[in-house]
């Protein structure tokens, strides 16, 4: 198994809400990752874990909650986003200075 | 300070031309480059890597030149096929700290 697997592939949410995205993989990878991409942007990244901790938050607002119940689940909690926060946030997983293996993204929708 | 970008944002080729995206980086401290392709609605997909103690690596049809004397990186898409119409970006990591930074992208366009 070689994917990444991120849900809901699509969310529309408004500014009062809280929502999850939620990425797995099952590679064995003992990283993981979220990153944010606009249209027509390179992915930034927001947040590392490294054999479940959180390494690195490229100080990301608190409106955004990451989150690694194990080495096989990430999930990024959301709550009181912007619409500017509207973005794909993409999934990404690997061993020590590795390649990237992303999902598909899931596409987020801020009214 | 650490930035990646891509001299082009579009690139038009001759489908069957060889095509080739060019990246500079300005982190000498950098030692692991990766090549990524994002096709519409999908995420980014691996393509080849280079470690900073090798200047050349080639795979099915691409090939990644690195000059560390500019912090220069290249990547050569051999007789080019519409299959390959996508954004390519290139992204680095060094100190060994797992922070991947892509760079700003170039949109390939295969002309028929």
């Known amino acids: 198994d070689t994917e990444v697997t991120q849900t809901p592939k699509h969310l529309v949410m408004g500014m009062t809400n809280k929502k999850s995205l939620k990425c797995e993989q099952h590679?064995?990878?003992?990283?993981m990752y979220w990153y944010k991409q606009k249209a027509k942007k390179p992915p930034e990244l927001m947040f590392v874990?490294?054999?479940?901790?959180?390494?690195i938050n490229e100080s990301v607002p608190s409106r955004f909650s990451p989150e690694c119940p194990n080495s096989s689940l990430l999930n990024l909690h959301l709550h009181a986003l912007q619409p500017e926060d509207s973005a794909l946030y993409l999934c990404?997983?690997?061993?020590?200075?590795?390649?990237?293996?992303f999902g598909e993204g899931s596409r987020l929708t801020v009214l | 300070g650490e930035s990646v970008g891509l001299h082009l944002p579009t690139l038009s080729v001759q489908e069957g031309d060889n095509s080739i995206i060019n990246c500079a980086y300005s982190n000498s401290a950098s030692d692991y480059f990766i090549w990524y392709k994002q096709e519409s609605g999908k995420g980014p997909q691996f393509i080849i890597d280079i470690r900073s103690n090798m200047d050349k690596r080639q795979g099915q049809r691409v090939t990644v030149l690195l000059n560390k004397t500019v912090k220069h990186l290249s990547l050569q898409i051999a007789a080019t096929q519409p299959g390959d119409s996508a954004v390519y970006f290139c992204a680095e990591t060094g100190n060994r700290d797992d922070k991947i930074i892509f760079g700003k992208g170039t949109r390939l366009h295969i002309l028929p």
């Open positions: 590679m064995g990878h003992r990283a």
């Open positions: 990404a997983s690997s061993q020590p200075t590795g390649e990237l293996f």
């Open positions: 874990y490294s054999y479940e901790k959180l390494s």
